[in-house]
């Protein structure tokens, strides 16, 4: 099954941001932006792709640990930015140091579970809102995020979540994600 660990966002702070997005519907090119389906946004940590079932008890046991290492954490959902010309993204704000931990940890887990990881890099918070197949000039939709300021809530766990990919060949269809796994941080709960 494809895999990866997040952060979920509550749902009156997803409510804030689809409130936004909608407001970015109006801006010159939106038409040509493919927008991520709204029951799946989220802060992939670490993305594992593939995984064999065998290797799920381990990797659960080893994600447990990890959330339990870490303690709750304050995030808000804030401001926008691109990866080229190609991803259009909200980012977070908050207590981020902790947030990268939490995704190395998720990384380590999945690592020494003996999940075969793609190259390790600085790990960036963000929630991909709209993707572009066409050259396209995000600056605009960035302008239009940079005054967004969600409420703060406070990270309660980490989430294991599986990815269903479209199969239909619906034009327009988007993934599926269930979560599968979760466990609280800092050991609450």
């Not at 932006?33 to 659960?60: C, I, K, N, Q, Y």
């Not at 993707?131 to 406070?154: I, M, N």
Request: hydrophobic content about 40%.
């Amino acid at each position: 099954m494809r895999l990866f660990a997040a952060v979920l966002p509550p749902r009156e702070q997803l409510t804030e941001l689809a409130r936004v997005v909608d407001r970015l519907g109006h801006v010159p090119g939106a038409e040509r932006l493919r927008w991520t389906s709204r029951p799946g946004w989220h802060f992939t940590l670490a993305f594992m792709g593939e995984v064999d079932d065998e290797l799920l008890p381990d990797l659960r046991e080893r994600l447990a640990r990890a959330a339990h290492r870490t303690p709750p954490f304050g995030l808000r959902l804030h401001g926008g930015g691109h990866f080229g010309r190609a991803v259009l993204w909200t980012g977070a704000a908050g207590d981020l140091d902790d947030m990268r931990l939490l995704a190395e940890r998720a990384d380590a887990a999945a690592r020494r579970a003996g999940i075969p990881m793609d190259e390790h890099r600085r790990y960036q918070a963000h929630l991909t809102i709209a993707r572009s197949r066409t050259d396209l000039d995000l600056g605009p939709f960035v302008e239009a995020l940079a005054s967004f300021e969600g409420t703060r809530w406070q990270v309660p766990e980490l989430a294991l979540v599986r990815s269903n990919l479209p199969a239909g060949g619906v034009p327009g269809e988007q993934p599926r994600y269930e979560t599968v796994g979760a466990w609280p941080l800092g050991g609450a709960g």
